[in-house]
């Protein structure tokens, strides 16, 4: 870690908003991309967000550098998602502009791929059913592993893989229909 990022990081600690500011700017997309992933929904991403980096500023002080900040920002990030995704199994059809609008912003996120296909990826994961979405959001972008996911989800090992596989077999069938 930088000295400089090490310096903003103990700002933040010691209460300092703007050095939590910068941090905020730094992670605040790659925070928003898990819980829309995860949740489908604009404004509920937006409010995890929310509660996601007032967490972080509560337990900053906490942070001891055993981990880069990005990868202890990310777990609470993920974990606080996944509460909320918990909290909202129920089915729930998104508007198509919301998907298009939020899948467009989170296309950054996929530089390896042409946009055309980041999008295409993003919405054809937004309608996988909610635990595949879930387990192929966790294993295939986020890279956590299934015994992992298994322990998040309160799921059987088993069913994380079985989950993935589904969410593959799903995905393939809804881009082979572009």
């Given at each position: 870690?930088?000295?400089?990022?090490?310096?903003?990081?103990?700002s933040a600690?010691?209460?300092?908003?703007?050095?939590f500011?910068?941090?905020y700017?730094?992670?605040?997309?790659?925070?928003?991309?898990?819980?829309w992933?995860?949740?489908?929904d604009?404004?509920?991403?937006?409010?995890a967000?929310?509660?996601i980096?007032?967490?972080v500023?509560q337990?900053?002080?906490?942070?001891?550098?055993?981990?880069?900040?990005?990868t202890?920002?990310?777990?609470?990030?993920?974990?606080?998602?996944?509460?909320?995704?918990?909290?909202?199994k129920?089915l729930r059809?998104?508007?198509?502009?919301?998907?298009?609008?939020?899948?467009?912003a989170l296309q950054?996120?996929?530089?390896?791929?042409s946009?055309?296909?980041?999008?295409?990826?993003?919405?054809?994961i937004?309608?996988?059913?909610?635990q595949?979405?879930?387990?192929?959001v966790?294993?295939?972008?986020?890279?956590?592993q299934?015994?992992e996911?298994?322990?998040?989800?309160?799921?059987?090992?088993?069913?994380?893989?079985?989950q993935?596989?589904?969410?593959?077999?799903?995905?393939?069938?809804?881009?082979?229909?572009?």
């Amino acid at each position: 870690m930088s000295a400089e990022i090490t310096q903003v990081i103990r700002s933040a600690q010691n209460g300092d908003r703007q050095a939590f500011y910068l941090l905020y700017q730094q992670h605040i997309s790659r925070v928003y991309a898990v819980c829309w992933r995860l949740l489908g929904d604009a404004q509920k991403a937006e409010d995890a967000c929310q509660e996601i980096f007032i967490k972080v500023w509560q337990r900053l002080p906490e942070f001891n550098g055993d981990s880069t900040l990005a990868t202890w920002l990310h777990t609470i990030a993920t974990r606080t998602a996944i509460d909320l995704w918990r909290q909202d199994k129920r089915l729930r059809f998104v508007d198509s502009d919301e998907l298009n609008n939020s899948a467009d912003a989170l296309q950054e996120d996929a530089p390896q791929s042409s946009p055309g296909q980041a999008r295409d990826l993003e919405l054809a994961i937004q309608r996988l059913p909610a635990q595949a979405k879930a387990v192929f959001v966790l294993f295939a972008l986020e890279g956590y592993q299934h015994n992992e996911i298994a322990n998040l989800l309160d799921i059987a090992e088993g069913s994380s893989k079985a989950q993935y596989h589904r969410a593959r077999q799903l995905l393939r069938g809804f881009l082979g229909e572009n």
